[in-house]
C-alpha cells in the first residue's frame, strides 16, 4: 500500500526549530517530486516547499524563504523540511505530497496526488 507518513511535528515557542519528516512506504521516492503544503484553521492549503527528486533543485514559497530547508535522502525513502526562526503564523496541518514526476512545478494541490495525514505544527508561547 503507498503511504506518505508525516512525523516532527508539535508546539514550539517564536523562534524555535522543527523538522518534520515525510517517509514513503510501499514505493520508492526515487522518481518524484516532493511538496510541502500546510493549512491552517480557516485558511486554503499553500504550498511551502519543494524538492525534485534528485534533490538537486528546490523551491521555497516567500513565507518559507531563508527560514526553511527542505531535503531528501532517498536511501532512507524519506524527506524533511527543517524548519527555523518559527512564528505564530507558521501554525499550521503539514502535509507532504507526491508530485506527478521528477520535477517540481509550482504549488497547486492539483497536480499532487498522493498526500499524507499530516502533523500539527503550532507555534505559540
Known amino acids: 500500500q503507498l503511504q506518505l507518513v508525516e512525523s516532527g511535528g508539535g508546539l514550539v515557542q517564536p523562534g524555535g526549530s522543527l523538522r518534520l519528516s515525510c517517509a514513503a512506504s510501499?514505493?520508492?521516492?526515487?522518481?518524484?517530486?516532493i511538496g510541502w503544503f500546510r493549512q491552517a484553521p480557516g485558511k486554503e492549503r499553500e504550498g511551502v516547499s519543494c524538492?525534485?527528486?534528485?534533490?538537486?533543485?528546490?523551491n521555497y514559497a516567500d513565507s518559507a524563504k531563508g527560514r526553511f530547508t527542505i531535503s531528501r535522502d532517498n536511501a532512507k525513502n524519506t524527506v524533511y523540511l527543517q524548519m527555523n526562526s518559527l512564528k505564530p503564523e507558521d501554525t499550521a496541518v503539514y502535509y507532504c505530497?507526491?508530485?506527478?514526476?521528477?520535477?517540481?512545478?509550482?504549488?497547486?494541490?492539483?497536480?499532487?496526488?498522493?498526500w499524507g495525514q499530516g502533523t500539527q505544527v503550532t507555534v505559540s508561547s
Open positions: 524538492i525534485n527528486s534528485s534533490g538537486g533543485y528546490t
Open positions: 510501499g514505493f520508492t521516492l526515487d522518481y518524484y517530486a
Open positions: 505530497a507526491l508530485a506527478a514526476g521528477y520535477y517540481c512545478s509550482g504549488y497547486d494541490y492539483r497536480k499532487y496526488g498522493y
